[in-house]
């Protein structure tokens, strides 16, 4: 039996409601109705009994919730016990600006319910390393976006997501729906640092930068450049822009992998503990 299951039935029995529940666990409430479908199953005994306003425990749901919850406190002793032992751990992560909101507003606080002895470091890197510091040893786990040379990292998905272009809302094309690459020909765009992944700069550049046009490095950078001098760059469609932009879907550019990124090898439990938490963020 699944701790993690038992921890989502619990809340549920306390909350008496599945959506305040899945609120509570930071998730939707969509695969926690299934976990409570799959226990039941798995219990062959039904926990809950439904009705319109929520939830209530049936006998053998009171049962479980006695039970459960020993059981939980008992796994939370030993884990404690466990890493007052082992001492205090760090884990530095290393994400890009526009994936820093999504690390400390819902991966950090989930990790930190698992594992309060470790001390948590967010790295917030430039646009020069699309591995935010991985690739130099500055951090432990990264939140990224493809693509980038991926020798000696391993990867994993948490989503796709479409490329757009970011103009002004002044700009001839930025009434469209969509544009293509043809429909850019005679725009500028961003200078990235010469010294930036080959791969990364020709995915993310939609051509060579305008004449005299200044090295950026931040995604800040990039949008005060489309703002103050009319420069076309590329973003994915879900960045958050500022008013003045817009940000139009590149009707023939590949999308790009949100992913969650740790060295191939020498990662240690807490990294494995994040790229989980992380995976299972996108399927909750």
């Known amino acids: 039996m699944d701790l993690r299951v038992l921890r989502y039935f619990v809340a549920v029995a306390e909350e008496r409601h599945v959506g305040r529940a899945a609120r509570r666990l930071h998730m939707s409430q969509p695969p926690l ?33 006695e039970d459960a919850v020993a059981l939980l406190a008992r796994a939370d002793r030993i884990r404690g016990r466990v890493t007052a032992a082992a001492g205090t751990a760090r884990l530095v992560v290393g994400t890009l600006a526009d994936a820093a909101e999504f690390v400390g507003a819902q991966l950090v606080p989930r990790f930190r319910e698992h594992h309060t002895h470790v001390e948590i470091t967010v790295r917030e890197t430039d646009l020069t390393d699309p591995t935010a510091g991985l690739r130099a040893g500055l951090v432990d786990v990264a939140l990224t976006r493809t693509p980038f040379d991926t020798t000696g990292i391993s990867t994993h998905v948490l989503r796709t997501v479409p490329v757009a272009v970011v103009l ?20 500028g765009w961003v200078h ?3 010294a930036t992944d080959p791969a990364w700069t020709s995915f993310w550049t939609g051509g060579p930068p305008g004449p005299g046009a200044p090295v950026l490095r931040t995604i800040r950078e990039c949008l005060h450049a489309v703002t103050w001098n009319g420069t076309a760059a590329l ?31 020498g990662a240690g439990p807490q990294v494995r503990s994040f790229v989980r938490i992380a995976a299972d963020s996108q399927r909750a």
């Open 192 to 194: 990235l640092p010469d």
């Open 235 to 265: 973003a994915p469609a879900d960045q958050p822009l500022p008013a003045g932009l817009v940000a139009i879907p590149l009707s023939d550019h590949a999308p790009s992998d949100l992913v969650v990124a740790w060295p191939k090898t």
């Open 33 to 65: 109705s299934r976990a409570l479908r799959q226990l039941e199953d798995e219990l062959g005994a039904t926990l809950f009994e439904r009705t319109p306003k929520g939830v209530t425990l049936t006998a053998a749901g009171a049962v479980l919730h």
């Open 168 to 187: 002004r809302s002044d700009d001839p094309l930025a009434a469209r729906p969509t544009v293509s690459a043809a429909d850019l020909a005679a725009h």
